[in-house]
């Protein structure tokens, strides 16, 4: 019997960051309003009820928040099985800090790492001393015995022939979950800077197949490649999440500005196209081509149907 999808409930915190990152699909966002305490904590109630078995707290930076903390113990409080955060990891440089967090109750967390050193990362995050911190942030993770560190890669120009070498430095953190994820220039950072940061997909992919090929010798299956089309990355398929996703979650977005009730169906429906060249594509269905915005400045020519 077919197993029942999981909800997945992806709640902002608002867009505020102590990062600045250029590709950042919220850069346009940031004077938007944060959510106050009393509306997050109504929603982590509403998710209980919807049956949410996964919360994932995001910002912006949900982490700088004061009252990060009390909206993690309440979710845990109301018996969500899985409340997990996206991060820039910078926070958990304070040990004091890293230690409340994990106290808690946070079950999982996600560093966004865009290089696998200080010149490439800072570049990126336009905030110097960010890749130190988030080092410092999982030493001391780790001192704390906390172990479900995932990480993800927005992967652009400026870091795509650093994959390998970032591989390399998630293999010697002990990162089992990593997510490769192609640049969404739709909107924010990457659309306002459109040629300057946007690979084109051939030349992103082999550096996004060698950073999985390298995580699969080092025994970590669940590395995956996300927002990627797939006649470029034949040899991985078992390692692309959207195909991952769509089996196994129902996901909810709930942010200041919009309400999502179907994540991963409009992002294929509106968000990502095939073309005419995809016809007759034996993966037509199980992939979701690639961004909109990509196809308008660099069109289809890339795409190869695969017979
Ligand atoms: S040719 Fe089109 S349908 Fe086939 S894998 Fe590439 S993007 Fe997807």
Known sequence: MKEEKKLKIVLFTGYACNNNCAFCIDADKRAYPQKT????????????????????????EATIRPDFKRIV???????????????????????????????????????SVHGPDAATHDALTRAPGSFAQLKKGLGNLRALGFRRVGGNTTVVKQNMAALPALAKFYIKNRIRNVEYIFVDPNYGGAKNDFRRLVPR???????????????????????????????????????????????????????????????????????????????????????????????????????????
């Open 37 to 60: 305490t009393a509306e997050l904590l109504r929603e982590v109630l509403r998710a209980k009820n919807k049956g949410a078995y996964i919360l994932e707290i995001i910002g912006g």
């Open 201 to 307: 997909i051939s030349k992103a992919a082999p550096y996004m197949r060698r950073a999985l090929a390298l995580g699969r010798a080092a025994g970590m299956g669940q590395w995956k490649a996300r927002y990627v089309p797939l006649c470029h990355f034949g040899g991985c398929l078992g390692q692309i999440s959207e195909t991952n996703e769509r089996e196994l979650f129902m996901t909810e977005h709930w942010a200041p500005d919009f309400l999502n009730r179907d994540a991963i169906g409009s992002r294929s429906a509106l968000s990502r196209k095939k073309t005419a060249r995809c016809r007759g594509c034996r993966f037509y269905s199980a992939c979701e081509g690639i961004w909109v915005e990509y196809l308008k400045a660099y069109g289809d020519k890339e795409l190869k149907p695969v017979k």
């Open 73 to 111: 113990a309440a979710a845990k409080e109301l018996g969500i099985p899985q409340v997990s955060c996206a991060t820039n990891g910078r926070v958990f440089a304070d040990p004091a800090a890293a230690r409340a967090i994990v106290r808690s109750g946070i079950d999982s967390l996600i560093f």
